[in-house]
């Protein structure tokens, strides 16, 4: 089964650039890289640009309206995702227990649609 793990980040516990400790974090997320590749359940995932560079798009009335950055006010915001396949969300949640932001964010974990659902 395919799951995404949405990472969500508060930059107020986040650890700042250049520091050791984002440079611990990210030896972290490179350490969870290798092991979903080596165990062979990685289809995917990237960090995001951070929020201030978002462009928010939603439809009203049939017209096309955007903004600037994310819709919504939140203190955690999207920081990036991986895309999994895995057998059960047991296992998903131990892959996304590796995510080193889950210390001071969150990690949502969700599964994928099957649009084409062996029958």
Same mark, same amino acid.
Request: proline share 6%.
């Given at each position: 089964?395919?799951?995404?793990?949405?990472?969500? #980040?508060? $930059?107020? !516990?986040?650890?700042?650039?250049?520091?050791?400790?984002?440079?611990?974090?990210?030896?972290?997320?490179?350490? $969870? #890289? /290798?092991?979903?590749? $080596?165990?062979?359940?990685?289809? =995917? =995932?990237?960090? *995001?640009?951070?929020?201030?560079?978002?462009?928010?798009? !939603?439809?009203?009335? =049939?017209?096309?309206?955007?903004?600037?950055?994310?819709?919504?006010?939140? !203190?955690?915001? *999207?920081?990036?995702?991986?895309?999994?396949?895995?057998?059960?969300?047991?296992?998903? *949640? /131990?892959?996304?227990?590796?995510?080193?932001? $889950?210390?001071?964010?969150?990690?949502?974990? !969700?599964?994928?649609?099957?649009? #084409?659902?062996? =029958?």
């Amino acid at each position: 089964m395919k799951y995404m793990f949405l990472i969500y #980040n508060d $930059a107020s !516990r986040s650890p700042k650039f250049g520091t050791p400790e984002f440079d611990a974090m990210m030896g972290g997320f490179f350490a $969870a #890289n /290798e092991k979903m590749k $080596a165990d062979g359940v990685m289809l =995917g =995932g990237e960090g *995001l640009q951070e929020t201030h560079t978002a462009t928010s798009l !939603r439809i009203n009335g =049939g017209k096309v309206e955007t903004m600037d950055g994310p819709f919504a006010e939140t !203190r955690e915001t *999207l920081g990036g995702y991986y895309i999994v396949d895995v057998p059960d969300l047991d296992k998903a *949640l /131990e892959y996304a227990a590796l995510i080193p932001s $889950a210390e001071f964010g969150t990690i949502e974990v !969700r599964p994928l649609m099957d649009y #084409n659902p062996a =029958g």
